[in-house]
């Protein structure tokens, strides 16, 4: 069973940074993922998508984050980061990772706690 894990949440200012990964902890072969995402959730409020990265490494994201959050992808550790700048209040929320794979399974992690507050 395949499952994800989130590192890298904590306390940040606003208008730091800061860098969340994620990495299966099962084994899944890395040409088998299709899509890569971040979501993440805000208290009180549903999971919205934040960005994504596909095989090509060609990126896409929410527009609220443009140009302050950047998705990279190492398939060597079938791991992809979220790059957070300029961080503001309302990106405080527990962020979370997804696997698509070609055939259409999903995986999820647990989430890591981003709070942004002085």
């Known amino acids: 069973q395949v499952q994800l894990v989130e590192s890298g949440g904590g306390l940040v200012q606003p208008g730091g940074s800061l860098r969340i990964s994620c990495a299966p902890s099962?084994?899944?072969?890395?040409?088998?993922?299709?899509?890569m995402r971040w979501y993440r959730q805000a208290p009180g409020k549903l999971r919205e998508w934040v960005a994504l990265?596909?095989?090509?490494?060609?990126?896409n994201y929410e527009d609220s984050v443009k140009g302050r959050f950047t998705i990279s992808r190492d398939n060597d550790k079938k791991t992809i980061y979220l790059q957070m700048n300029s961080l503001k209040p309302e990106d405080t929320a527990i962020y979370y990772c997804n696997f698509q794979t070609y055939r259409g399974n999903e995986f999820w992690g647990q989430g890591t706690q981003v709070t942004v507050s002085s």
């Open positions: 990265i596909d095989p090509d490494g060609i990126t």
């Open positions: 099962g084994n899944i072969f890395i040409i088998s993922i299709a899509l």
